[in-house]
């Protein structure tokens, strides 16, 4: 198995353009999770799904935009890239139910705004 | 809303010291406790988990206690390797408060063991 994977592993924009990151994972999760992570600050949850077709806004949604059209995939978009969406962005997922899940973790993209 | 608070680093060691990293929590609900570790150029794995007052999870040598009358989470090892070198997170899930199983991280603390 291959876990959560994350594509790219590195990005460079600039000012204005647009991307999307896909995260996919092969263990049948329910939720998926888009996180950033800046330095000093831990992670922090940007968008989740809680199953194919829902998506719900974490702590920091703005400038961001997501899709879970398939269960095993879970896309962040970036319409307009800013400098402040310099970051590393980790995909996580796990499975419904128990309150104690462990979150799996894909081992991140490094985006860099110019 | 739910915070988590964790010492700042980086912690200097040397091989076979004693590790100590603080965490304190605030939650309204009834938290899960976790300890995530990063290493170098990797995601986060989880290193280990406490669901309720009083139970300790371990794992690799690590141990944390959920302390409820100290709203801590504590991480020790008695003995570092170079190996553990790596950020600390620590991590609390509330779902009675919400759906998701959605985690809120501290800030993370970077570890360096020399040899």
């Known amino acids: 198995n291959a876990g959560v994977t994350q594509t790219p592993k590195f990005r460079v924009l600039k000012t204005g353009q647009s991307m999307t990151l896909l995260c996919a994972q092969d263990?049948?999760?329910?939720?998926m999770y888009w996180y950033r992570q800046d330095p000093g600050m831990g992670l922090r949850l940007i968008h989740y799904?809680?199953?194919?077709?829902?998506?719900a806004k974490g702590e920091v949604p703005d400038g961001y935009n997501v899709s879970r059209l398939k269960k095993q995939n879970f896309l962040l978009g970036l319409e307009s890239a800013a400098p402040s969406q310099t970051s590393v962005y980790f995909c996580?997922?796990?499975?419904?139910?128990?309150?104690?899940?462990?979150?799996?973790f894909g081992p991140g993209t490094r985006l860099t705004v110019l | 809303g739910d915070s988590v608070t964790q010492m700042e680093g980086p912690v200097t060691l040397s091989e076979e010291a004693f590790l100590t990293i603080n965490c304190t929590y605030t939650?309204?609900?009834?938290?899960?406790l976790f300890w995530y570790v990063q290493y170098p150029g990797e995601g986060l794995q989880l290193l280990l988990k406490?669901?309720?007052?009083?139970d300790k999870g371990s794992n690799k040598g690590f141990e944390a206690t959920y302390r409820k009358e100290t709203t801590s989470f504590h991480l020790e090892k008695g003995s570092v390797q170079v190996s553990d070198s790596a950020v600390y997170f620590c991590?609390?899930?509330?779902?009675?408060?919400?759906?998701?199983?959605?985690?809120?991280f501290g800030g993370g603390t970077r570890v360096l063991v020399k040899p």
């Open positions: 263990m049948n999760h329910e939720y």
């Open positions: 939650a309204t609900g009834y938290p899960s």
């Open positions: 996580a997922s796990s499975y419904l139910g128990a309150r104690t899940d462990t979150q799996y």
């Open positions: 406490a669901t309720k007052a009083d």
């Open positions: 991590a609390l899930s509330d779902r009675l408060k919400a759906a998701g199983n959605k985690l809120t």
């Open positions: 799904s809680v199953g194919e077709g829902t998506t």
